[in-house]
């Protein structure tokens, strides 16, 4: 608990198994009060070492992507009562010290969420990031800056908080179920006027660390300068997809746990 508010972890998972164990030992105990991992139908032994680690664990039936992984994670967190959810992916990526600082900036009702930049202090290419991949992110978050009329440092982490009122008010059932779901969701945040923080997080990049190739990467920065475009067209008072719809997150819809915490 921070401030009287739960603090829950959720982690999408796929084919986490050699970084899964060392990313939750990191993780500070004392400041979370539930870990929850969704195994996006991995084909290693990722469900395995999280029922050995002894975390609340859900497994899809078949592979749903990324961002339908998100979907049960934010429902299992909202069935959970968390006040305070921080999305972490478990490939070792990011770091897990950050959660106490990160969950701290919305438990004391300072940002409604909080993003993880990898752009802040210059960490993202002394970490190994690609540099094409600097490149687009930094074109990328300038694009999105100028039609949403922001000023982040970038959209595009996999490390980020969100406080319970938003995962229930927002039509996150709408979004996509691939990996532009992050950047949607942060679009739709801007939209309906919540406030977003930031904090520099240092990044690694290694083979075991997950990464869409390039292929993926191409369709999702297509994907990011339509989300853009229609954020913008329905400012203008032209409603365009997510935009306009309503459908939240179904949170009677039924869980199946692999392995649940008592």
């Known amino acids: 608990m921070l401030n009287d508010k739960k603090v ?33 139908f991995s084909f290693d032994e990722t469900k395995d070492i999280a029922k050995k680690l002894n975390i609340t664990t859900i497994v899809h039936e078949h592979n749903k992507g990324y961002g339908a992984n998100q979907k049960t994670c934010y429902r299992a967190a909202l069935k959970a009562n968390a006040d305070i959810v921080i999305m972490l992916h478990p490939d070792y990526q990011y770091t897990p010290k950050l959660i106490p600082a990160i969950a701290s900036m919305m438990a004391f009702e300072e940002y409604d969420a909080v993003i993880a930049s990898r752009m802040l202090g210059n960490s993202a290419l002394k970490g190994g990031m690609p540099f094409y991949k600097y490149v687009s992110n930094r074109f990328l978050t300038e694009f999105q800056n100028f039609l949403l009329g922001e ?45 977003i923080g930031e904090i520099s997080c240092p990044t690694k990049y290694f083979p075991e660390a997950s990464s869409i190739n390039f292929s993926r990467s191409c369709k999702y920065g297509l994907e990011v300068l339509l989300t853009s475009v229609e954020y913008r067209l329905s400012k203008l008072g032209l409603p365009t997809k997510i935009f306009s719809k309503s459908n939240k997150l ?13």
């Open 8 to 40: 829950v972890v959720i982690m999408p998972a796929y084919n986490a198994e050699k970084t899964l164990e060392k990313t939750y030992n990191e993780i500070y105990q004392n400041f979370v009060d539930e870990i929850i991992l969704v195994d996006d």
């Open 151 to 195: 000023k982040l440092s970038e959209y595009h982490t996999g490390f980020r908080g969100f406080t319970r009122k938003i995962l229930e008010n927002l039509p996150l059932e709408d979004c996509s179920d691939d990996f532009i779901f992050d950047n949607q969701m942060l679009a739709l945040i801007l939209y309906n006027n919540y406030k």
């Open 250 to 262: 179904d949170t009677e819809k039924e869980i199946t746990y692999y392995n649940k915490r008592i």
